[in-house]
């Protein structure tokens, strides 16, 4: 198992700033995943966090508003940028060795005004 | 699309009956997996069940899996009150590099002592 700390576990932002969401976990893993959840909705991925390379973005997130760092096996951040309310959501670090079980930190809820 | 169809959207049974959710999916996969979220929480992993296996259990949950119909089911059988929470469906595509999962809508389930 992994145990997973998400920073912070909630924040209010002013529209046009910037939040950078830290995910720090206890072991070293090779898979490491960026969701969001809108209210009431599923978890849309937003990117995988690639160790020491860009990540990689699914269809409709792109890297300037969501940049996205992997420094090494067991951190990593996501900045959601020049924010608007549209972005109101809980983001959702996760992580796995495999695609078999994944973990997932408390999430951030996330409240842009 | 990232996301798969589940339903019903939300289920609200007494203590000790059974609770069946559904989920379709749109893509060949590796594997589909189940997740229990609580209320403001992280998601938690319940079950997995890869793409050449029909039905397994583990405890009082059990899930079938039709790819042929790419549709899945997952029973909670003599429900107690903590099981109420949201639960969704993931699919690992086939080919997948990466090992994303993708995950459906979610059935919110209420069980009433």
């Known amino acids: 198992s992994a145990v997973i700390s998400q920073k912070p576990s909630r924040d209010i932002c002013q529209r046009g700033t910037s939040l950078t969401i830290q995910c720090q976990v206890d072991s070293q893993v090779t898979m490491m995943f960026w969701y969001r959840q809108q209210p009431g909705q599923s978890l849309t991925l937003i990117a995988t966090a690639n160790q020491g390379s860009e990540a990689t973005y699914e269809s409709g997130f792109v890297i300037d508003k969501f940049p996205i760092s992997r420094p090494n096996l067991t951190f990593s951040t996501l900045t959601v940028s020049n924010m608007s309310p549209e972005d109101s959501s809980i983001y959702l670090c996760s992580v796995g060795q495999t695609n078999e079980k994944l973990f997932f930190g408390s999430g951030t809820q996330l409240s842009v005004l | 699309s990232q996301q798969g169809e589940e339903d019903p959207q939300a289920l609200s049974i007494q203590e000790g009956e059974n609770a069946t959710m559904n989920c379709s999916y749109k893509t060949s996969i590796n594997n589909l997996q189940w997740y229990r979220q609580n209320s403001g929480r992280g998601l938690v992993h319940l079950i997995l069940?890869?793409?050449?296996?029909r039905e397994k259990h583990s405890g009082r949950l059990r899930v079938t899996l039709d790819t042929s119909k790419k549709s899945s089911s997952l029973l909670i059988t003599a429900s107690r009150a903590a099981d109420t929470a949201s639960y969704f469906c993931a699919t690992a595509d086939r080919g997948s590099t990466l090992g994303r999962l993708y995950f459906g809508r979610g059935t919110q389930l209420t069980v009433w002592p």
């Open positions: 069940i890869r793409s050449n296996e």
